[in-house]
């Protein structure tokens, strides 16, 4: 071998070891780009509040929701391997939020909403578990589920979505503006409609009254929840775009009262939410609540 030769080789080596070291490089800062994208998503989904209890370590779950046949907790979304999703694969966590169906095949209630999830954009999704792995490890498991029908989950979850159950296509990329954002955003994102919305005994949304409101007796968690349609007298068809959007982003009414119990828990989030949402989706969510027909619902 010459010495010519020698050399280029030599180079041929530094750089290929430069475009290695350089490629690792692109594909980390593009891991981050696609946690930072789903960090958003997360405030966007009210720093995900139901995996956090008031005033308790975020994402660890453990949090009580009444059901009819008992109690359900909500799980720990951290990293630990052993109680939380680190042993997780991508594929595992999105079946869950899609799906309902855990790592060991078993059905998740659908109190988890993996209904309105299965609509969430495809590269969303991907983006919002990349975040999920950036959530430190905390050991906590997670209450069993108490219910007086030991079938809860085997027969009851598969039955009741069989029936009730409404599951969307995922679109490849969410709606980038205008309506369709702020529709995608309320539906399948920000859920907006899963406290809106009243329910019947069993937690069947009352789909002739989508996001126009619930009494204290049947709102989620004790919560009277008002209503969002347009309608003048009963909803909030009086309100500007930007108070919307405003109330979205500092939980703070036209009439300059602060909104309080759930809301302001997505508000605030654990600690990402409501509050870190973009101006531009806040006014999208408000113009799209403004185009939904105007519901008659008093709400005391
Ligand atoms: C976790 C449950 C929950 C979610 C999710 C939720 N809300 Fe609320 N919202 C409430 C509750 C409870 C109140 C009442 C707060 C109060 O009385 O102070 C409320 C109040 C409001 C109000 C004040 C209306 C009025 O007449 O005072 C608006 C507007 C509102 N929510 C919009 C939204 C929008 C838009 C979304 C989705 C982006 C959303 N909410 C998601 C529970 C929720």
Redesign the pocket.
Known sequence: MGIDSCIAVLRSGLFLFCALVASSAVAHAQADDLAAKGQYIFAMA?GC?CHTEPKGTHHVGARAFPIPFGTVYSTNITQDKETGLGAWTEQQIQDAMTKGIRRDGSRILPVMPYEKYSGVAQDDMKALIAYLRTLRPVMKATPELKSWTPFARSIGTPLFLKVFGRFSNAPAQAPKSGIERGRY??DHV???G???TPRNMIGVPNRSLYLAGAGKKI??LG??????TPDKETG?GE?KRED?AE??ISGT?PDLD?????????IQGTPLG?KDMKKEDALA?ADY?KSIPAIKNKIE
């Open positions: 009210g509040a955003l309320v920000s859920l907006c899963d406290c809106h709102g989620p919560n009277s929840v008002p209503n969002l909030i309100w919307i109330l979205l009414k602060n909104v309080q119990g759930l809301m302001e828990e997505v409501y969510i609540l």
